[in-house]
């Protein structure tokens, strides 16, 4: 049995194809065989009626297609559906008490302008006043003051005073009220006054002719003012 079992192991397939062919073969001409002698007085009748009708063949069964998708020789391809995902926004967050920033702009700042101050025409500018009656008593004289421009006497300085067919020369330091004071007594007629000492402007006429007589009421002085007997004050103020 070994042998056997070896010898059939060892048989090809080409070999077993052709024992299966003969195999089938011999059937056939065993079953044709059988059949001619069961029936042997049919047989020339059905060679007589010659070969036998054609089968009528069933149509060819087509599927409907129920996809386009399958209407072409070669399926088109579905590509893979890959979802996209949305993302959700993440509720923005009101911040609350706050204060709100408000920037105001700059406003632009004005420069002052520079103001050109015109150079004096005179080292000296002169004022003249009049005094009072209570002030005056009686006097018939010029008070002229030389002063810087805070105020404070100058001593030292020469004022000139004019008349019509004279002049005198005046310098202050001299009074104790006063070192910017210097005095000079009229009569009648008129004066004027101005300082050497630089660029002066002159101060005038300066005159005592005046017909009116004012009572200093402090002390009753009658006199304190009259014709030839007024008195004033001329201040010369150092502006350059």
Known sequence: MNGLKKEIAAITNAQWMVLILLSLSIN??????????????KLPQLLAQGPLPTRTSFPTFTPTPTSTSFATAESTKVPTWTPTITPTPRPTETPTNVPTRVFVQPAAIALPTATH?????????????????????????????????AGNGIPGMTMRVSW???????????????????????????????VLNGL????????????????????????????????????FTKVR
């Not at 000296?124 to 010029?142: D, V, W």
């Not at 005592?208 to 008195?231: F, M, R």
């Open 200 to 235: 002066s402007q002159v101060v005038g006429p300066i005159s005592p002719d005046i017909p009116l007589n004012e009572v200093c009421k402090e002390n009753g002085n009658t006199q304190a003012n009259s014709l030839y007997h007024y008195s004033f004050e001329v201040v």
């Open 28 to 41: 056939l001409i065993v079953v044709v065989g059988v059949v001619m002698l069961l029936a042997p007085s």
């Open 164 to 194: 019509p067919g004279g002049e005198a020369s005046l310098i202050t330091g001299t009074k104790m009220e006063d070192p910017g004071l210097s005095d000079f007594a009229m009569f009648k007629g008129s004066y004027y006054i101005e």
């Open 117 to 149: 101050t015109p150079t004096p025409q005179y080292d000296y500018i002169g004022t003249m006043r009049q005094l009072t009656a209570c002030e005056n008593q009686g006097k018939h004289h010029i008070f002229a003051y030389v002063r810087d421009r």
